[in-house]
Nanobody, 116 residues
Framework: QVQLVESGGGLVQPGGSLRLSCAAS????????MYWYRQAPGKEREWVAT????????NYAESMKGRFTISRDNAKNTMYLQMNSLKPEDTALYYC?????????WGQGTQVTVSS
């Protein structure tokens, strides 16, 4: 079955960096676009970034452009999110997402807290 497992979250000071990972299994990872989302306390889940399958075209939500970088390693079935210049408003639970054969799959999320 499809499994997505996020890791790499933690507590970081404003201006700091974190690198999130999403390990995927149960489907042909290289054939599917992958997504990062996040959900802050009391807010709706929002889209963060997308990376296409083969040509690795990337797209970002406006507030993440220039600070976040999405990437993937198809040989390792893993997606990454490099987050730089973190702000307190980036505090959220970050989720990995894949849409496999019309079904939406989510990981359990990894918590990112930006605070001094």
């Amino acid at each position: 079955q499809v499994q997505l497992v996020e890791s790499g979250g933690g507590l970081v000071q404003p201006g700091g960096s974190l690198r999130l990972s999403c390990a995927a299994s149960g489907f042909t990872f290289s054939s599917y676009a992958m997504y990062w989302y996040r959900q802050a306390p009391g807010k709706e889940r929002e889209w963060v970034a997308t990376i296409s399958s083969v040509d690795t075209i990337t797209n970002y939500a406006e507030s993440m452009k220039g600070r976040f970088t999405i990437s993937r390693d198809n040989a390792k079935n893993t997606m990454y999110l490099q987050m730089n210049s973190l702000k307190p408003e980036d505090t959220a639970l970050y989720y990995c997402n894949a849409k496999v054969r019309l079904v939406n799959y989510w990981g359990q999320g990894t918590q990112v807290t930006v605070s001094s």
